[in-house]
């Protein structure tokens, strides 16, 4: 006796969390029923191995034919074939978007093609995540890429719009599309400590204040590409640290704040040149892409790691910054205030965030 | 012109892309409808076209808008090439036509393709303008409304119920004619929608048409189905139950009917003018009497006693004499009808007086090529046949009336079962006669007997039975006789009383037949059928004893005949009547007693059965209430097996063969094991497990034994087909296979809905079919209901109290509103009977009882007022849960699809339905020859029946409702062909789409609209005249 069709269909359209779960991270049937064997379904149910692979099946048929609607979120609250209610509707596309830590990181700031979708084998093996939960992750930050690159207003809302994720997923989404655009280069080894939330955080902020979404919210692709205006005026602050006069007044003003307030007070004022000098470099040459995909890499080459050594507790490094940035508006012969805090501003934030073992 | 249809095409979603270049399509739609065609522009270059055209009107007479669906095509335009087809959208304008229901159809609806399944949704608003008809000799029945509920639908009141009402038209299946040959599959699919949506149309119209005649304005429990007989072509027929309704006019509005008798009096000689003699006879001395008092009522029923010297009185003459002039009232009201069926299985109390039990009949028939499709006299002979031995059957059992009746067919190449099944009973005669009772549905009106009990009391002669049987003093009133297990083919009384919780009860069987050809082929089935019911009876039997109960309710038996075997399948619910005997146990026989393990063996055997019992009456909480023998008097006999399902098989018509199914002389509840075969079938008894904890089923409305129903529901169909080895099949082999099948499927359901425990799975619906030699495929729908556990509880702790409070309460409202009674002059009464008809033939003993009894009512009675606040209180905590439930739940304002519910049942729990916007009738087919990449048979079906409930869903909301009940897939046929990758398969669903409305809402809908109440008394005299 075999069974030929088995099939259950609801008029309210059954969704199985666990299940879910399970098929999203890409397992087979056959290792779905054994894993869910495992969690003692069985005995808590009293059912037998037959009716679990029945079961499984049928939620698999299900979500495999819901996936063509999860790629387009809205089409799924349109459709008539399934009955879905809306909180459910919400974890099935909240879920379907969502991704794993270990996976986004080694894709973080790669150009999201066939190339690296090709090196999805090997990232399925580094990380221990199946090759079909790679291929759904991947093509999600694609799909939402693709859908959201050229669109005017928001990236958040634009996400938020089209795919209906929850304002918490929106956001890191927008990091992923704002680093993929921008290339940023985050899988270097000195850069393996950071996570991706560090990322997403810096992200937010330079898409709030470094993109042309930050002066001028009509224009497309606001929020994705970086103000190059803005990036080229950077360069004027090379002055702080090329005029010599301008870069020890700097350093008095900052070392005459902050004494007596430093634990590590003596390393920073031998440092204090080489510190300033590494971040105004950093900004003139943000001109180049080449140089803007490893920003991150400068900033924890320049900044973090000289810190680190230092034995800097956090508290000092932010009153550092805080006194550093604050002091430029006391340098009488420095004009570019305004462009300064735009990119102080950030930068301080993002450090901050990077700052840690 | 007494009609005109207007379509608007307003947009289009979610299209398929047709042009591969541009990633667009160039839509336009056609409407079709007759003959006349009209289309709209080209939107060019989307996937969402707005089309807002104008109105397009067509002019039509009223008996093509009964018969014709109009058509709605959406094509892509290709300027150089054909059009392409997207997909077509039928819709039933019937619905509009009837002036309570829809005005506006007006929605999305899903583009459906026979060969690519649903692509994309289309927006239409369809309205109807009727124009008055004065012809008397039309041919349509516009207004005649159809339920598929088989009780009286929840917003109205049966003012008469006039019978039954059959149909049956016939056409050559556009997949055998020879233009299929060079027709495409999807023309070739399309032709045969089209045509069975024609043929149910036009069937509708005719079943509208006589019971226009019977002066009737609705069709209750209405059921069409399809009879794909292949090569010799397609038969649609439908049978229902003809009615006379009345809308409420308010949903809390039970009792103001009686509060008016004389508002009563004066209308109704005018909306039903007398046609049938003995209408004025009942109506005359009732209407003029003034008086309001007991036995001034029993009085003006004397005149009724005419009666006695016009029946045949062969029949109950022992009955009493009160007995003998119910049945001929009942006799004289339904022999005026060629078949006195009702496709009904819940009525309004006091309708169903004595219920004898199932009766049915089975027939094997050739089929031939229907030659002459406006002449399909040999189906309805054959119907025909099939329904006089029903009625028969039904008189043998001292019944006029055959209750729940249904017809099915089962066809396998030529061959064709035909049954017909119901359950033999008596009626009360008021309800089925013009104008003698107007309303007043809703007063008890039981003869000499207190409430709950009355429909188990026997109808025949007890000492003339049909059958041998073993009766005794009924457990309840103990005055009349009951039989010791009762078989029925409806729904559980309201009113009865029943101690515990049903369950449900299947008996499964599998033989296997030699194949065969025609004739040859026929014998060998008819030859069969007797020994399949034979043991599918004995099967239940035992199954019912297993369980400790004493009856079934629901029963339906299909028998499904396919190229080299037979399936038997009976569902029903059995439940533990208070007034049935209790049931014995089962005894285990050996044949070989000197063997001494084989003693041990048997032992063994009787032990588990022993337990068994025990934990299905620990279970199903049913523990009887100790009753001293000294209270009746007479001993409780031990109890015997008494068939109560007559039945008969015949070939060709030529002969009739009736078989006792009553076990001659033999002791019933021995089960001998003298072969393998018999350690089997005690196997397979043992086999059966029961739901897990939380999880109850029954294949009724609702589980006798719960009545606190939350509102969550999830309707559900689960199909199932598995492949049969061909090796060394046996008839053991086969029923285990069968057996598993089945008990794995219930398995899967419970494990899928645990979720939702405690619930109840309602309305299990099995279907058997047999598609290939090796294949058996079983089709489930069912409701899952929640309930609220702790009230469960609460409730079977005083389940005692409870029955109780119950015969106070009901006696209670005879005694609260007796001027009512008597104003409304009821032909019967309540009381009196019992004491004028005992002076005549009751001894004095009996008398006294009868006595002792009605003091012990009344005592409750006076105790009442403490009891029935305990029941209020009790009654109000679920309810402020469900509530609450619903309100944490998200609001559905947020979708922007409406949530439209299913389900097989007539109501809703925590719901009331406020209007039916007519009948939902649709029939699809779908094909594959891509069936691999579609996910196979599994992925193909799955597909399909989730299009089918999309498609249904749409079209209730398109009418405004926001839920269907009485949902049936009354057909789900598949075939496949792996080989060549391909697979088809045909779905007809039918139901009745309303609106709803929460209890909780209710309150303020009903205060908003006050105006809306004074209206529809006057509806039902508008259509009947």
């Not at chain 1, 590590?264 to 000098?277: G, P, T, Y």
């Not at chain 2, 104003?823 to 019992?834: G, I, M, N, T």
């Not at chain 2, 007809?988 to 908003?1008: K, M, Y």
């Amino acid at each position: 006796m075999t069974s030929e069709l088995d099939i259950f269909v609801g008029n309210t359209t059954l969704i199985d969390e666990d299940v879910y779960r399970l098929w999203l991270d890409g397992y087979s049937v056959s290792d779905a029923v054994s894993l869910r064997v495992r969690s003692g379904i069985l005995e808590q149910t009293g059912a037998t191995a037959a009716v679990l692979q029945s079961d499984t099946m049928d939620h698999y048929r299900t979500f495999h034919m819901l996936e063509r609607l999860l790629h387009a979120p809205p089409k799924l609250l349109h459709q008539l074939i399934f009955q879905i209610p809306p909180s459910r509707q919400a974890l099935l596309i909240e879920r379907y978007y969502a991704f794993d830590e270990a996976f986004v990181r080694e894709v973080l700031g790669k150009k999201l093609s066939k190339g690296t979708k090709k090196d999805l084998d090997d990232i399925s093996t580094k990380t221990g995540i199946t090759l079909k939960s790679c291929r759904r992750q991947f093509d999600n930050f694609k799909r939402v890429f693709k859908v959201v690159e050229e669109m005017r207003g928001s990236l958040v809302d634009n996400i938020q719009q089209h795919f209906l994720l929850s304002d918490r997923l929106a956001r890191d989404y927008a990091a992923i599309v704002f680093f993929a655009n921008n290339r940023f280069e985050t899988g270097k080894k000195k850069l393996q400590y950071l996570s991706f939330g560090d990322f997403a955080f810096c992200a937010e902020l330079m898409i709030q204040n470094w993109t042309l979404g930050a002066v001028d919210s009509q224009v497309a692709d606001m929020d994705v590409d970086l103000d190059k205006e803005f990036l080229q005026d950077l360069k004027e602050l090379k002055m702080l640290v090329a005029d010599k006069d301008l870069l020890d007044l700097h350093k008095s003003l900052v070392c005459t704040a902050l004494r007596g307030k430093l634990g590590v007070f003596s390393e920073m004022e031998a440092n204090f040149k080489n510190l300033s000098r590494g971040l105004v470099n950093v900004a003139a040459k943000l001109t180049h892409n080449k140089d803007v995909r490893d920003l991150f890499v400068d900033l924890v080459e320049k900044f973090v790691e000289p810190c680190r050594s230092d034995h800097w507790p956090l508290n000092d490094v932010r009153l550092f910054l805080n006194q550093y940035s604050a002091s430029v508006h006391s340098l009488d012969g420095f004009r570019h205030q305004a462009l300064w805090d735009r990119y102080m501003g950030t930068l301080r934030g993002c450090l901050l965030r990077l700052y840690h073992d | 012109m007494p009609g005109k249809l207007k379509v608007k095409i307003v947009a289009g979603r979610h299209l398929p892309v047709m042009d591969r270049a541009s990633d667009l399509t160039d839509a336009f739609v056609e409407v079709k409808f007759g003959n006349t065609t009209f289309k709209t522009d080209v939107y060019l270059k989307s996937l969402n076209p707005q089309w807002n055209s104008e109105w397009f009107k067509f002019e039509v007479d009223d008996e093509d808008l009964q018969d014709e669906p109009l058509q709605i095509t959406v094509l892509d335009h290709d300027t150089y090439s054909a059009n392409d087809a997207i997909g077509k959208v039928y819709i039933d304008i019937d619905p509009l036509l009837y002036s309570e229901a829809a005005t506006v159809i007006s929605g999305w609806f899903p583009i459906y393709d026979t060969i690519h399944g649903i692509r994309g949704e289309i927006n239409v608003v369809v309205k109807v303008d009727l124009f008055n008809d004065l012809n008397r000799f039309r041919q349509s029945s516009c207004g005649v409304k159809f339920f598929c509920t088989t009780s009286i639908p929840k917003c109205y009141r049966a003012v008469i119920i006039h019978g039954f009402v059959e149909e049956l038209v016939v056409n050559e299946d556009p997949e055998y004619q020879w233009i299929d040959r060079i027709r495409t599959p999807r023309a070739s699919n399309e032709a045969r929608q089209r045509l069975i949506s024609l043929m149910s149309g036009e069937l509708q119209r005719k079943i509208g048409l006589k019971v226009l005649e019977m002066r009737g304005n609705a069709v209750v429990g209405y059921l069409q189905c399809f009879d794909l007989e292949g090569e010799s072509g397609l038969v649609v027929r439908a049978i229902g139950t003809a009615c006379t309704l009345d809308k409420l006019s308010s949903p809390a509005a039970f009792l103001p009917a009686c509060n008016s008798p004389s508002k009563e009096m004066k209308e109704s000689p005018l909306v039903h003018p007398p046609s049938h003699g003995c209408r004025s006879t009942h109506n005359s001395p009732i209407h003029t009497a003034t008086g309001s008092r007991l036995t001034q009522n029993f009085s003006v029923s004397v005149p009724t006693l005419i009666y006695t010297g016009m029946g045949s009185g062969s029949a109950g003459k022992e009955g009493g004499p009160f007995k003998a002039l119910l049945r001929q009232q009942t006799q004289s009201a339904l022999e005026q009808r060629e078949f006195p069926f009702f496709t009904l299985t819940a009525f309004p109390p006091g309708f169903l007086v004595h219920v004898g039990g199932v009766v049915s009949a089975r027939s094997v028939k050739l089929l031939d090529r229907i030659h002459n499709p406006d002449e399909p006299e040999t189906r309805d002979a054959w119907w025909a046949e099939i329904r006089q031995e029903i009625k028969s059957h039904a008189k043998a059992l001292g019944c006029h009336a055959v209750v729940g009746y249904s017809e099915s067919t089962s066809i396998c190449e030529e061959v064709c079962i035909l049954s017909a099944s119901g359950t033999a009973a008596v009626l009360n005669p008021r309800f089925l006669q013009d104008g003698t009772v107007e309303g007043c549905l809703e007063q008890r009106l039981e003869e000499n007997l207190p409430v709950g009990c009355g429909f188990c009391h026997i109808p025949y002669d007890e000492l003339n039975m049909p059958f041998p049987a073993h009766l005794t003093y009924c457990y309840n009133c103990r005055k009349q006789k009951v039989p010791d297990v009762l078989f029925t083919t409806v729904d559980l009384p309201t009113d009865a009383t029943v101690i515990g919780k049903g369950c449900l009860i299947q008996a499964r069987l599998c033989r296997l037949k030699k194949k065969a050809q025609a004739e040859a082929n026929a014998t060998a089935i008819s030859n069969l059928l007797p020994f399949m019911e034979y043991e599918v009876h004995t099967q239940l039997m035992n199954k019912l004893k297993l369980k400790g109960m004493n009856a079934l309710f629901g029963l339906r038996i299909q028998i499904t005949v396919g190229e080299n075997m037979l399936m038997g399948l009976a569902s029903a619910t059995g439940v533990y009547l208070a007034a049935l005997p209790t049931p014995g146990g089962i005894q285990i026989a050996g044949k070989t007693p000197n063997d001494g393990s084989y003693e041990q063996h048997i032992s063994h055997m009787q032990k588990k059965i022993n337990d068994t019992i025990a934990k299905n009456k620990e279970l199903y909480e049913i523990n009887p209430p100790e009753i001293s023998e000294e209270i009746i008097g007479s001993p409780i006999p031990e109890p015997r097996q008494r068939s109560r399902l007559l039945r008969s098989q015949s070939e060709s018509s030529d002969e009739v063969t009736e078989l006792d199914l009553s076990h001659g002389k033999k002791d019933a509840f021995v089960l001998e094991i003298d072969d393998t075969d018999a350690m089997e079938d005690v196997h397979s008894l043992l086999t059966d497990v029961p739901p897990p904890s939380g999880f109850y089923s029954c294949n009724t409305e609702i589980m006798p034994g719960i009545n606190n129903w939350t509102s969550e529901i999830q309707m559900f169909t689960s199909v199932r087909v598995i492949r049969l080895s061909s090796l060394n099949l046996t008839n053991q082999a086969l029923n285990k296979n069968f057996n598993d099948l089945c008990e794995n499927l219930l398995k899967s359901l419970y494990f899928k809905l645990r979720s939702m425990i405690p619930c109840c799975l309602c309305h299990v619906n099995f279907t058997v079919s047999l598609p290939e030699d090796e294949l058996i495929q079983v089709t489930v729908t069912a409701v899952a209901i929640t309930f609220d556990k702790n009230q469960a509880l609460q409730t079977t702790k005083t389940h005692v109290e409870k029955s109780l409070q119950r015969a106070s309460t009901d006696n209670e409202e005879l005694l609260q509103f007796p001027l009512e009674l008597c104003s409304d002059s009821l032909p019967s009464h309540p009381f009196p009977p019992a004491k004028a008809t005992s002076v005549d033939y009751s001894s004095f003993a009996d008398r006294c009882s009868s006595w002792i009894e009605l003091i012990k009512l009344k005592a409750q009675t006076i105790r009442r007022g403490s009891i029935k606040t305990t029941v209020t209180v009790e009654k109000a905590s679920p309810m402020g849960e469900g509530n609450f439930r619903n309100r944490s739940a998200p609001p559905c304002a947020n979708s922007t699809v409406g949530v439209v519910k299913m389900t097989p049942l007539s109501f809703i729990p925590g719901a009331k339905i406020t209007k039916y916007l007519g009948i939902i009738n649709m029939f699809f087919i779908r094909e594959t020859t891509s069936l691999r990449e579609e996910g196979g048979v599994s992925g193909f079906l799955h597909a399909f029946i989730a299009e089918v409930f999309a498609m249904v869903r749409a079209h209730v909301a398109a009418l405004g409702g926001n839920a269907v009940v009485s949902y049936i897939m009354k057909q789900c046929v598949f075939m496949e062909n792996p080989n060549k990758n391909q697979a088809q398969c045909l779905i007809n669903v039918s139901g009745d789409a309303v609106v709803f409305v929460r209890e909780s809402e209710l309150e303020v809908v009903s205060t908003q609209q006050p105006t809306a109440n004074c209206q529809p008394s006057c509806t039902g005299g508008e259509v009947t005249t």
